[in-house]
């Protein structure tokens, strides 16, 4: 099982980035695939979610309405879009994976599997 994330780099605030995690060794659409990230000094947080099966989504406030996730499952790859980036975005963005949460909660304690992260900095 491998969980790999990609599309991290340094940009300007107000810019975009993706960022991709390419899943493998599971059946991708029975996990629930989770973003998290963690700044410097602070403790891991989630910031959105996609549930097993159907797909729903889940955004924290901290990125609601300028972050949006999605996933191809033919992939077996979710991304993160991130727009309108901001200094406080900085951080180091893990993905994760859980089975059977179809309700989308993504509660870290319950995460089977976690990438290695991908920095972002943003620049003022």
């Known amino acids: 099982v491998q969980l790999v994330e990609s599309g991290g780099g340094l940009v300007q605030a107000g810019g975009s980035l993706r960022l991709s995690c390419a899943a493998s060794?599971?059946?991708?659409?029975?996990?629930?695939i989770g973003w998290y990230r963690q700044a410097p000094g602070q403790e891991r947080k989630e910031i959105s979610c996609?549930?097993?099966?159907?797909?729903?989504?889940y955004y924290s406030d901290s990125v609601k309405g300028r972050f949006t996730m999605s996933s191809d499952n033919a992939k077996k790859t979710v991304y993160l879009h991130m727009n309108s980036l901001k200094p406080e975005d900085t951080a180091v963005y893990y993905c994760?994976?859980?089975?059977?949460?179809?309700?989308?909660?993504?509660?870290?304690?319950?995460?089977?599997?976690w990438g290695k992260g991908t920095l972002v900095t943003v620049s003022s």
């Open positions: 060794g599971f059946t991708f659409g029975d996990y629930a």
């Open positions: 996609i549930s097993s099966g159907n797909r729903r989504l």
């Open positions: 994760a994976a859980d089975l059977g949460d179809y309700n989308g909660d993504c509660w870290e304690s319950a995460m089977d599997y």
